[in-house]
Nanobody, 114 residues
Framework: QVQLVESGGGWVQPGGSLRLSCVDS????????MKWYRQAPGREREFVAD????????DYTESVEGRFTISRDNDKHIVYLQMNALKPEDTAVYYC???????WGQGTQVTVSS
């Protein structure tokens, strides 16, 4: 059973940066498209970014385009989300998952406030 463990969240002031990491325990990680999602209080979980298995194709939701960068290390089974120029509206619990999805991890909290 694949386990996903997110980390790297925290509190940051507007304009700051964080890098999230997601470790995937599955042996077939290198062949999986990986996605980042987020869920703000009182809202549904939403797509943030994804990356193809080889890392050459990425996609972002419009609100993070140009500020967030998704990347992956297939040797380490890790997918990253570099988040720059953070805004208060980026505050949420961030999750990673595969496509198709597996069981969700616990996520990592990102709080952007002054």
């Amino acid at each position: 059973q694949v386990q996903l463990v997110e980390s790297g969240g925290g509190w940051v002031q507007p304009g700051g940066s964080l890098r999230l990491s997601c470790v995937d325990s599955g042996s077939d990680f290198s062949f999986s498209t990986m996605k980042w999602y987020r869920q703000a209080p009182g809202r549904e979980r939403e797509f943030v970014a994804d990356i193809s298995w080889g890392g050459t194709i990425t996609d972002y939701t419009e609100s993070v385009e140009g500020r967030f960068t998704i990347s992956r290390d297939n040797d380490k089974h890790i997918v990253y989300l570099q988040m720059n120029a953070l805004k208060p509206e980026d505050t949420a619990v961030y999750y990673c998952n595969r496509q198709p999805p597996v069981d969700w991890g616990q996520g990592t909290q990102v709080t952007v406030s002054s």
